[in-house]
Every structure is written in C-alpha cells, then in structure tokens.
C-alpha cells in the first residue's frame, strides 16, 4: 500500500550547521506535504507545509523542498540551534494520518 | 494559535478500570483525532472523528472506543484497561478540507496501566 517514510532515524548536527532531513513518500497522487516538530513532552507541533504546485517553500530558518519526480521531501533547516532538538515528522495527502517513528535531530553545542 | 487541550497529563489506572481520556479544541474544527504513541512505533492512529456523533477507525481500535457529542470534545474511552495499554496518548484536529489541513495536537496523557 502507500506509504510515507524518513530517511534515516536519528541525525546530529553541530551547533550553527544547516540540517537536511529527508523523506520520501509512494502516493504519487499526494498534493500537499506538511512537517511537524516534535519536542520531548510536547505533542508534534506543524512547522510549515507545501502544496504540490510549488518546488519550494521558506519560512524562518526552515524551507521545504518539494521533487515530485522522485517523490522526495525534505525540510532544510539554517544555522541550527539547541532549541531545534526534537523529532521530525513529514506527512502527505494520502497518508496525512499516518506517521512512521520520525527523524530524531540532535544538535551538538 | 489553535489550542488543543488533554484533560490529564498523567493518568495510573488498574487493569480492569474504565478510562476515560478528554480532549478539547477550541477552533471549532471538524475533524479530531486520537493517536497513541510508543518507543520505536511513532504515532498510531487509533480512531478519528469528522463530525459530531460520527467516528471513523484507525490502525488500532481494538479495546478502545471513542464518542463526540459535542463539536469542541472528542472523548477516547478504554472499556477495561489492560497493561499494553500503557502509553503516551495524543489528540490532534484539523479543519476542512479533511486531508490537506494540518494537524494541531495537544500535549498528550501518559498513561499507566498497573
């Protein structure tokens, strides 16, 4: 069936580097691609989402790339800092409620 | 800012007892959403709900059940709770359209089942 994945399970950055997290997804029907941010004690929280009409999307300190082609998402965040430790999930339109175990980011001081 | 609200952030029951966990939105969303999640399982939907007295099930309904009554509340009823029930419980809603509206989750209720 469909499916919507993370590339690797945990990443750790040092302090001040950019992070890439990536994902790939099955659903070449999907439309609309989101991001979510999960601290520990928290629930997930949205960061930003893309349509399937844009190849890119920025917000502060984060953008989203969008390749259709390959079916490949990833969220692309810039002069990482300690606050952005926590797990990372990305999820589309035909699985916007099914996540897998997420991408855990760790930022080195 | 949506504002999603678990009842309790801890819950201990024992096997066998009733548990009732409450959630409460307040953006007037149609859709919301139990999950539960466990270490190196993520996030498992268990049941949603995109009206009110309307349910739909997840991946893992089984022991559970749900109830909406009202739009803003969206309850996660576990008949008779049992040990591998022990888990961090997440509710989330999102507006229309159903599928292309992000989610918005509360803090969740971590609980334990002795």
């Known amino acids: 069936g469909e499916s919507v994945g993370l590339h690797l399970p945990t990443l750790s950055v040092q302090e001040g580097d950019n992070s890439i997290i990536n994902c790939a997804y099955s659903?070449?029907?999907?439309?609309?691609f989101i991001w979510y941010k999960q601290e520990s004690g928290k629930g997930p929280q949205f960061i930003i989402d893309i349509r399937s009409n844009m190849d890119k999307r920025q917000g502060q300190r984060v953008t989203v790339l969008l390749n259709k082609t390959v079916k490949h998402l990833s969220l692309q965040i810039a002069a990482t800092q300690p606050g952005d430790s926590a797990v990372y999930f990305c999820?589309?339109?035909?699985?916007?409620?099914?996540f897998g175990t997420g991408t855990s980011l760790t930022v080195i001081p | 800012d949506v504002k999603v609200t678990q009842s309790s952030r801890y819950l201990v029951k024992r096997t066998g007892e009733k548990v009732f966990l409450e959630c409460v939105q307040d953006m007037d969303h149609e859709n919301m959403f139990w999950y539960r999640q466990d270490p190196g399982l993520g996030l498992r939907l268990i049941y949603f709900?995109?009206?009110?007295?309307?349910?739909e099930k997840g991946d893992i309904p089984e022991g559970y059940s749900v109830s909406r009554e009202k739009k803003e509340r969206f309850s996660l009823i576990l008949e008779s709770a049992s040990t591998n029930q022990t888990s961090m419980y997440l509710c989330?809603?999102?507006?229309?359209?159903?599928?292309?509206?992000?989610?918005?989750f509360g803090n969740g209720t971590r609980l334990t089942v002795t």
């Open positions: 659903n070449s029907a999907s439309d609309y």
């Open positions: 989330a809603s999102n507006g229309q359209p159903l599928y292309n509206s992000p989610l918005h």
């Open positions: 709900s995109y009206d009110v007295k309307m349910k």
């Open positions: 999820a589309d339109t035909g699985n916007q409620f099914y």
